[in-house]
Every structure is written in structure tokens, then in C-alpha cells.
């Protein structure tokens, strides 16, 4: 037998979730015009009172309008931060949490280990700082000597055409000046850096005033850690394989710890959307809970401008012209904004409740008191099973996982900072398939010189290949090459410019089907040796491992997407509350320009041209 529910029930329970609301009027003119139907003209008291009944104003419910709202909510601050391969740590409330979730190691040096000295700029400014800390505490007459010796023992040597470590410093002339004006004449302040915090003694050699140098060296040390805000190597949250951020915070809250994992944040503007509920492996070691708020407030009706009157005979605003918003059928969002703006608005109310920035905060309880003094106790929107499908809520945190357990409620308002100022890009770097050569290629848009200045890939690598084929041809033993005798010549491969890095498909370990993408090396056109790439977002692995290894890197298919993708590198610099600036070094993901192409080409016949006969 079939039970029969009326439609009231039916809502009740939300079997059926569904919007039964009948909003359209239409106007039925006896003539072909619709200027008359439209003036709404007054006829006489009994069709002003039809009119009204039509429109529903005579219909009255069992309600009241709120007069106050009282509500007790539990703010809980994250203290505790935790990287994918670090061990969890306490998140100090002195910095923006983009800064902990971000930062990264400005690259000093690059080879196996640290054979190729690069950020002369900020080995500069390491040693000018240590200069001047001279200058000001020791006497004048000392602080010459002071400044040689150690000129003479963290020195900036000139770069030498026979290493190739050399060639890029070689190659720019901008560079290779600037090497020639600082060689002899200012300390590797870096050196010194790396020394002090081996456990290094800042006055080792000296006679005169090693207390004094000593709490220099210990200065030193503070002002650069506090210049650039770095992580240990072990707290990096950047995934190279994944190509974004990936962190875990956690609060204590009512009932236990909750732990927050941002598993793909692409780096930015850190939002509440950015985080999950993740219910396995608790960090520990948080701070409790800070003291609950109850609050009495009184509720204010939601107003906007162009908002449409609950009365027939009001004017209304004309700036808002709804009729201009032209939504496609299957544009939901906007579907679901007009049906709001339209019909639904008069019905809410907003009430305050002031947070502060960087809590999660769960609402205990909220009552509504209306007009007629009754009280309703009024739950979450979103209250309910996390997989139930048709549960629906905002500004609300996902739990990952499929298990059946209870949907979080609770509003995060991370500690981060509304405004960031980005720097210009150091490093550039766009990844785009090219179906013609089935390959994903790392194209170095921009990349770093070793005095730390942005310069576009494409002249920097022209300048290592025009730099490198001069040697290559000033050199007796390779300069003499056979003659042609056919008039054709066969090519193996053609080549693409040196700042295209390719990435061939390899399978997954174990897996006959799923394929990541390695990095792999083109010939120099020079002499076939494997062009290395130059920005330290591609040089994942070659500066980690040592020389008798072959490093690898890889990059999961999924990440290359058709539009491309795009990685950068840059400083930012922000305030926190307290007025502290704030300084570190990140990377960034965004979309790319699409799909590409290198012109790469394999066994291609050519002509030869051929000397004159004699």
C-alpha cells in the first residue's frame, strides 16, 4: 500500500529538496498594447483591496519579526603547524600564516655541493652588514684592518672560463662587470653566515677585541634571519611533484583537537576554502580553547541597493537593474543570486558577531527572540551526515574522506593578511604540452642572473650558447671539424632553445597505465652535452644529491593540464597586526597560455652547402 504524505510533510523532512514558490504575476490585456496593463491604474477601493489580496498582503503566518538574538560561540586558535615532511611545531601568532605556509630558501648555490655561487646580491648585502657592524663598534683606527682581513677570508673570486660553473657569470656582460667591480674589493658575506652558524667563531685569527666580534657575529646572525623569513629544509611546504603547497594547522576545540590540511593550496591569498577537516593523525600539543562568548544582539533585515519592496505600491530603486543579468540555463550560481535577490531577501536578517582574525569559531547555541516574546532555537544550515547529498551550507570546511560521520559547522577565519605586495618575478617558469612532439615542456620564461636580477630565459640561454660556441671554437682541439662532401645531410634530431626543458612520459612504479612526467635533458647544440635548467623550480634535485648519483625529478601527469600551467617565484612583503613587516620568498601557481609547440623534429634529411671547387 502506497503511503500518501501531503506536500507540507514532505518539506518537513526535506525528502524532496526542492523551492515551491510561485513569484510570476502576469497581466492578461484585452488589447494589443501593454501600455495600459502596465500604468497599474487605480479603478475603486474594491479593486485596490482585490489587487492587494492577489499580491498576498492580506496573508498573514505565525510569526513574529526578531527582536534580539542571543548566541554563544567558541573561538580556538590554530597553534600548532605542520609541514608533509617535518614534525609538527608551534605556530607563533607573530606572522601571517601565508608567511609559515610559503616561505622557502632563497637558492645561494647551485651544483653538487654548491659548486656554482649565484645571489651575489644578497652575499653582498650579508657582508656590507657585517662592514658596517664593524664601523660602529670598533675604533677607527682599527677598522680598516678588521675590513681586509676578512675581505681576504670570505673573498668573491672572478669567475673562470675553464669551470663551467663559470659560464653564466661569463656569459651577460651586465654580470660579468659587476663580477669584475666586486672581485677583490667586498667579502662573500654568505660564507661568513654559513660559517657562524656551523658553530664558527666570528673573532677566530684576530688578537684585538674578540669579545666585541663575537656579539657581532651573533648579531649578524639575527639581522639575516630576520631579513628573510626561511624554513628549516625539512619544513618546506612546496611540492615540487604536485606543483603547490601542501601544510596542516591544527586548533583545540570542544571535545578534542581538529586539524585543518590544506592539501592544494596553489599560494596567494590564503582562504578559509583552502583548508579540510582532516580526522586521522592529530598533530598534538595544542593550546586550549579560548573562553566562550555569549553575546545579546539586535538582528537588522538584509538591505541592498535595487532591493525589490514587499509593497505593490512602493517605488523602488533603479540603479540595480536585474533584468540585465542574462543567465545561461546551466549557470547555477547566478540562478540561485536572482532567485534570492528577488524573491527570498525580505525574509533574512543579518546579525553581528565580531571574531578575530585567526580562530576557528563554532557556534554552541543561537536563540531568536521575536516581537511576541517567544524564543527559537535555531540550528546550522549545514547541520547533519557530511556524505549527505543533499545537505547544502556556506563558508563551511569539508572532511576528507567517504566515512559517514558528522558535517563540521564550524567558520575559519585564518590568520592571514588581506593584502600582500608581490614582488617582481624571479623565476618563471611555464609548463604546456606539445602534442607534436609528445612531450610536456618546462619553458624558463624568466630567469635569475647571479647577481640576483630578473632577465628573460630566452636571452640568457641565446648568451650561454653564443658564449659557449666561442670557446668551442677558440679551442684548437675542437675547432677542426671534417669539411662536407655530400650535398645532403642527415640530422638525428633537430634542436629547441636551451631554456626548454623537456619532460618525457614514464609509468607509474608498479602501474602499467597511470604515467607521471620526468624530466629529461635536450644535447647543447655546442658540444651534446645535457643542458641543465637554470631556475631552482626545475632544478629540483640536481643541487640535493651527489655527483656519483643521477637525480630525478617528476611530475604528476595531472598537473599539466591543456591550458598549460604556470609557476613563479617572487618575494613578498606584508604587515601583520603588530606593525611587523614581514619578508619571504614563495612560489605561485596560476594557468598557463595554453598548448605549444617547439618545432622539435626527428631524421631529417637537409642540404649541405658545399665549399667551391678549387
Known sequence: MTETRSFAEELATRAIPAVGVWNRLEGRPRTVGFDRALRAEVRDPLWMLTRQWQLGEFRGANAGSPVTVTYAVSPSRPTRFKAPQGQPQDLLPDRPLETVAERRRPPLAYGTPGSEKVAFDLRLAIGRQWLKLLDGYLPLGQVLGFKKFYIERYPIALPDPARADDVAKLAHPEVWATMQAISGRRMDGYLFYQYLKAGGDAAEG?????????????????????????????????????????????????????????????????????????????????????????????????????????????????????????????????????????????????????????????IQGLVVTDVFGEKQWITPAGDGRDEDWKRWSMFTLDTIGVEDIRADTDLLLPPSVPKVAEGSALEEVLLIRDENANLVWGIEQTVTTPIGEPRRGSEAAAEVTTFRQRLHDANPATAAEDPPRAPISYFAMNSVPGHWIPFIPVHEPGDNREIRLQRAAMPSVVDATPVKPRT???????????????????????????????????????????????????????????????????????????????
Not at 592529530?282 to 566562550?292: A, F, I, N, R, S
Not at 600551467?565 to 614563495?586: E, I, K, P
Request: charged share 25%.
Open 536 to 614: 631552482s623550480l626545475l632544478r629540483v634535485g640536481l643541487d640535493e644529491r651527489a655527483a656519483t648519483e643521477k637525480p630525478q625529478y617528476f611530475v604528476h601527469e595531472e598537473e599539466v593540464t591543456r591550458a598549460g600551467t604556470r609557476v613563479t617565484l617572487a618575494y613578498n612583503r606584508t604587515r601583520w597586526h603588530d606593525g611587523r613587516a614581514v619578508v619571504w620568498l614563495s612560489a605561485r601557481r596560476g594557468v598557463g597560455r595554453g598548448e605549444g609547440s617547439s618545432g622539435l623534429a626527428f631524421d631529417l634529411v637537409v642540404d649541405t652547402p658545399l665549399p667551391p671547387a678549387p
Open 206 to 362: 684576530l688578537l684585538l677585541f674578540r669579545e666585541t666580534v663575537r656579539k657581532l657575529g651573533k648579531r649578524l646572525v639575527t639581522w639575516y634571519e630576520k631579513l628573510i623569513d626561511q624554513p628549516s629544509p625539512s619544513d618546506a611546504t612546496w611540492d615540487p611533484g604536485r606543483l603547490e603547497h601542501r601544510f596542516s594547522a591544527a586548533a583545540s576545540v570542544p571535545g578534542g583537537e581538529k586539524k585543518l590540511t590544506a592539501p592544494e593550496y596553489p599560494g596567494g591569498t590564503l582562504e578559509w576554502h583552502a583548508f579540510s577537516v582532516d580526522p586521522l593523525n592529530p598533530l598534538g600539543g595544542t593550546k586550549p580553547p579560548e573562553p566562550t562568548l555569549t553575546r545579546t544582539v539586535f538582528p537588522a533585515p538584509v538591505r541592498y541597493s535595487g532591493m525589490p519592496l514587499p509593497r505593490w505600491w512602493a517605488q523602488e530603486d533603479g540603479k540595480t537593474n536585474f533584468a540585465a543579468v542574462r543567465p545561461d540555463s546551466t549557470d547555477l550560481a547566478r540562478l540561485i543570486f536572482l532567485e534570492f535577490a528577488l524573491v527570498f531577501s525580505n525574509d533574512w536578517y543579518q546579525v553581528p558577531c565580531d571574531l578575530p582574525v585567526g580562530t576557528l569559531s563554532r
